[in-house]
């Protein structure tokens, strides 16, 4: 179950992409002209898509995926193109009409589902891989962590997310982004450090099936962001989602018990906010 904090600020961000940014955002993910902040937050998010995606197989064909939070839908068509069933949720209605307007023809059996609502749904299903590109950013460390337990009780392959690590970099660009006009400002972000966050999912049992496989940080301008992957290890007990227990790093560390804090992502300016 959401926390209240998870709830409260679900709320504030459906308000932020459904009414107040809902013309910054279409600019942003389309091929229109935007200003150099956001020239930077487009190259970051493309590179940051980019490398989620290869983290997921070259053939989806049967495989189901969630998109939490996938905004005007690019990762989701690039997944379907592959072969997926996807479902891809975003809290504002107006982002995924926007999606399904854009929405290419897609050769092959892959399809996407669009829906309006909470990532976290039980009624969304089961899921091999679940991205959640940039939509876990604006909350708390334990709200990411128990958010990842709920979505890795309902995944039977990997859970791959991004999130904005603590570091004076990042503090520095947020207090700079202050001084930028408000239309090139989004939704507060919540920097963690990997062990805070490691420490967060340790104590998730429903994670003790997972490891920390991997992580990559994408770094363009004001974009600054790292991507994580947590893949499981153990299959889920008799109809039960997972758990991390055993966690690894690239190429197998292990896991959640890293003494040293996360470096450095995502500043002032345009964040990712969850919009793939």
Same mark, same amino acid.
Request: glycine residues 10%.
């Given at each position: 179950?959401?926390?209240?904090?998870?709830?409260?600020?679900?709320?504030?961000?459906?308000?932020?992409?459904?009414?107040?940014?809902?013309?910054?955002?279409?600019?942003?993910?389309?091929?229109?002209?935007?200003?150099?902040?956001?020239?930077?937050?487009?190259?970051?998010?493309?590179?940051?898509?980019?490398?989620?995606?290869?983290?997921?197989?070259?053939?989806?064909?049967?495989?189901?995926?969630?998109?939490?939070?996938?905004?005007?839908?690019?990762?989701?068509?690039?997944?379907?193109?592959?072969?997926?069933? &996807? #479902? %891809?949720? $975003?809290?504002?209605?107006?982002?995924?009409?926007?999606?399904?307007? /854009?929405?290419? =023809?897609?050769? @092959? *059996?892959?399809?996407?589902?669009?829906?309006?609502?909470?990532?976290?749904?039980?009624?969304?299903?089961?899921?091999?891989? &679940? #991205? %959640?590109? $940039?939509?876990?950013?604006?909350?708390?460390?334990?709200?990411?962590? /128990?958010?990842? =337990?709920?979505? @890795? *009780?309902?995944?039977?392959?990997?859970?791959?997310?991004?999130?904005?690590?603590?570091?004076?970099?990042?503090?520095?660009?947020?207090? %700079?982004?202050?001084?930028?006009?408000?239309?090139?400002?989004?939704?507060?972000?919540?920097?963690?450090?990997?062990? @805070?966050?490691?420490?967060?999912?340790?104590?998730?049992?429903?994670?003790?099936?997972?490891?920390?496989?991997?992580?990559?940080?994408?770094?363009?301008?004001?974009?600054?962001?790292?991507?994580?992957?947590?893949?499981?290890?153990?299959?889920?007990?008799?109809?039960?989602?997972?758990?991390?227990?055993?966690?690894?790093?690239?190429p197998r560390s292990p896991i959640l018990r890293d003494p040293h804090p996360y470096p450095s992502p995502q500043g002032g300016g345009e964040p990712g906010g969850g919009r793939t």
């Open positions: 179950m959401a926390s209240a904090s998870y709830d409260a600020r679900r709320g504030e961000l459906t308000t932020y992409f459904d009414r107040t940014a809902v013309e910054a955002w279409s600019r942003l993910t389309s091929d229109a002209p935007v200003s150099r902040i956001r020239a930077t937050v487009r190259a970051g998010r493309d590179a940051m898509r980019a490398t989620l995606l290869s983290w997921l197989p070259a053939d989806m064909t049967g495989l189901r995926l969630l998109d939490a939070g996938c905004g005007t839908g690019a990762l989701s068509v690039e997944a379907a193109r592959r072969g997926a069933e &996807v #479902v %891809a949720i $975003d809290v504002s209605p107006t982002l995924v009409g926007l999606a399904q307007e /854009r929405l290419p =023809a897609i050769p @092959g *059996a892959g399809r996407i589902d669009f829906r309006v609502g909470d990532m976290l749904d039980p009624g969304l299903g089961r899921f091999d891989h &679940v #991205v %959640a590109m $940039d939509s876990l950013i604006h909350y708390r460390a334990a709200d990411i962590a /128990r958010a990842l =337990a709920v979505l @890795g *009780a309902r995944t039977d392959g990997s859970v791959l997310f991004t999130v904005a690590p603590r570091t004076a970099l990042l503090t520095l660009m947020h207090a %700079a982004g202050q001084f930028f006009p408000r239309g090139d400002r989004s939704p507060a972000i919540v920097p963690v450090t990997e062990h @805070g966050l490691r420490r967060r999912i340790s104590s998730e049992h429903a994670l003790d099936g997972f490891a920390w496989a991997r992580s990559h940080r994408i770094n363009s301008g004001f974009y600054l962001s790292n991507a994580i992957a947590l893949t499981r290890s153990s299959p889920p007990p008799c109809g039960e989602g997972p758990g991390v227990g055993v966690v690894q790093e690239e």
